[in-house]
């Protein structure tokens, strides 16, 4: 039998395990879910080191779960980590027969080494003072009184005071990592005339159908690499123009909402959703033209190509051509813009997938030759053209039995002119009622950085029926603009992100 098998874990072990966890917690309660938190590092080293067919797979199948999987497996290696510095205490204050050594000895360790790793000394000392109470309550224990008849043995008393002591940082960290404020929502008073009007406008346009959205989400998904997103101070922040450019230059928020602004509806859609999911949303964005930036620079670029670079290290290439009406974005429905959805400044890309569009952006590399961005290198498509969809999200019955189908259609900047729903399986076809747009069509002309452009904004569709008696298929698909209709072809969300026909069992 190897050594390996024949281990058993000691109280020490179980000691030490706690106060790995207790360290762990109390990092979380002085930091919250920040980049600070002591496990973040760690997890977002694993999301840009991980292989690009696990990364695809989370995506496919986990979606947002993943990242937060890879959170706690982060945290679970940090304890472990963690607890190894506590164990290394205790060896040392076993040997010295000098109970103050391992609380005093592995916190010190705890913080020095978190603060190497997060550069935080609230998130160091928060882990290193849940070590000291860990080990320091494990090491008193056994001298405290005990109330009752039965007798608990010193090493039992040891392993419940460490686990007790982290049970009751884990519970705090609960309530100060859970610590999030409450999205508002509606029209905000205090905004410009401009975005009060819009939007009451897609207030006003919203089809009136029980369980569906209107045409600004009141909960719009975030995607990103981190579980843990970036806490930018605007006061520190800046946006270069670097690369293959006459002159590179450096703006500030100042420089930035000194711009001429314009303020607009986009729609994102998560290229890794189900084909009929609900990673889909619209808002209205405030912003400054991309170009308008990019052109003070004079960009000298061979292959007329940039890279957008953010504060997480997350990085998007795209040609120059694709930034015509591009914005970088800093306030969302007349508010700043929040920190799940990359304050102070992201990037907004009309007609491409949710992921490009870059959050945090820090610097606008152009580029002397082709790149691939984050999700090129893992497989993903990238850059290019969002898929058309026309989503079944509610259905209802009406009087006299009727029913009632309704979702939200997308089509990128091609646009949505119809909606037809077929209630047959897709053997006949007929009309939805549509939304009013939100955004007066116009054509994709003029060099890149100059407006007008083409709108990038979703419609609600509605198609009520008399129910054909029995259990049937409803099906919609999109006709763009240019009459373009819809291919049924389906295809999951890898590489190019989803396509088809959405379909949908009624009884």
């Given at each position: 039998m190897s050594r390996l098998a024949r281990?058993?874990?000691?109280?020490?072990?179980?000691?030490?395990?706690?106060a790995g966890v207790a360290a762990v917690a109390g990092s979380l309660v002085a930091v919250g879910f920040s980049p600070a938190f002591v496990a973040s590092?760690?997890?977002?080293?694993?999301?840009?080191?991980?292989?690009?067919?696990?990364?695809?797979?989370?995506?496919?199948y986990l979606g947002s779960l993943g990242q937060q999987l890879n959170l706690v497996?982060?945290?679970?290696?940090?304890?472990?980590?963690?607890?190894?510095?506590?164990?290394?205490?205790?060896?040392?204050?076993?040997?010295?027969?000098?109970?103050?050594?391992?609380?005093?000895?592995s916190g010190t360790a705890v913080f020095t080494l978190g603060t190497v790793v997060t550069g935080s000394f609230s998130s160091s000392g928060g882990a290193a003072v849940g070590t000291a109470l860990a080990l320091g309550f494990a090491t008193l224990s056994p001298s405290l009184p005990t109330r009752g008849h039965g007798e608990t043995s010193d090493d039992r008393r040891r392993v419940l005071a460490s686990l007790g002591t982290a049970a009751g940082l884990g519970v705090v960290a609960s309530v100060f990592g859970s610590r999030a404020p409450e999205p508002d929502v509606g029209i905000p008073e205090n905004a410009r005339p401009e975005v009060q009007n819009a939007l009451q406008r897609a207030t006003d346009s919203s089809l009136d159908v029980s369980g569906l959205e209107g045409l600004v989400s009141d909960e719009f998904f975030t995607v990103d690499i981190n579980a843990v997103d970036p806490e930018v101070?605007?006061?520190?922040?800046?946006?270069?123009?670097?690369?293959?450019?006459e002159e590179e230059i450096t703006l500030d928020m100042e420089d930035i909402r000194s711009m001429e602004s314009r303020t607009e509806f986009n729609t994102l859609r998560c290229v890794g959703e189900s084909l009929n999911g609900k990673k889909m949303d619209n808002a209205l964005w405030t912003g400054v033209d991309v170009m308008d930036i990019v052109e003070r620079a004079g960009p000298q670029s061979d292959c007329e190509c940039v890279m957008f670079r953010a504060d997480d290290d997350y990085y998007e290439e795209f040609p120059i051509a694709a930034l015509n009406g591009a914005m970088l974005a800093y306030e969302m429905n007349g508010r700043p813009l929040p920190r799940g959805h990359g304050y102070p400044l992201r990037a907004l890309v009309p007609?491409?997938?949710?992921?490009?569009?870059?959050?945090?952006?820090?610097?606008?590399?152009?580029?002397?030759?082709?790149a691939e961005g984050y999700w090129e290198?893992?497989?993903w498509?990238?850059?290019?053209?969002?898929?058309?969809?026309?989503?079944?999200?509610?259905?209802?019955?009406?009087?006299?039995?009727?029913?009632?189908?309704a979702g939200h259609a997308y089509a990128g900047t091609r646009g949505v002119s119809t909606v037809e729903v077929s209630i047959d399986?897709?053997?006949?076809?007929?009309?939805?009622?549509?939304?009013?747009?939100?955004?007066?069509?116009?054509?994709?002309?003029?060099d890149p950085g100059q407006t007008p452009h083409a709108p990038d904004v979703w419609r609600q569709w509605a198609y009520e029926y008399d129910h054909p008696g029995s259990r049937h298929e409803v099906v919609a698909r999109v006709v763009e603009d240019d009459g373009t209709v819809q291919s049924s072809e389906r295809r999951e969300s890898f590489p190019n992100g989803p396509a088809g026909w959405v379909s949908r069992t009624v009884q």
């Open positions: 281990y058993r874990p000691s109280a020490d072990d179980g000691v030490a395990l706690f590092p760690l997890e977002r080293w694993l999301a840009r080191e991980m292989p690009g067919i696990v990364v695809s797979l989370a995506i496919q497996m982060a945290a679970l290696v940090t304890v472990l980590l963690l607890g190894g510095v506590a164990r290394v205490g205790m060896a040392v204050g076993d040997a010295l027969y000098n109970r103050a050594v391992p609380p005093i000895l101070e605007v006061t520190d922040w800046e946006l270069s123009v670097t690369g293959a450019v007609g491409h997938w949710g992921e490009i569009n870059v959050k945090w952006i820090t610097e606008i590399e152009v580029l002397e030759r082709e290198e893992r497989g498509h990238g850059t290019g053209p969002v898929e058309s969809v026309a989503k079944i999200h509610a259905t209802n019955t009406l009087a006299e039995g009727r029913k009632q189908v399986g897709g053997d006949t076809w007929n009309e939805a009622r549509l939304s009013e747009p939100l955004t007066e069509s116009v054509d994709w002309e003029g």
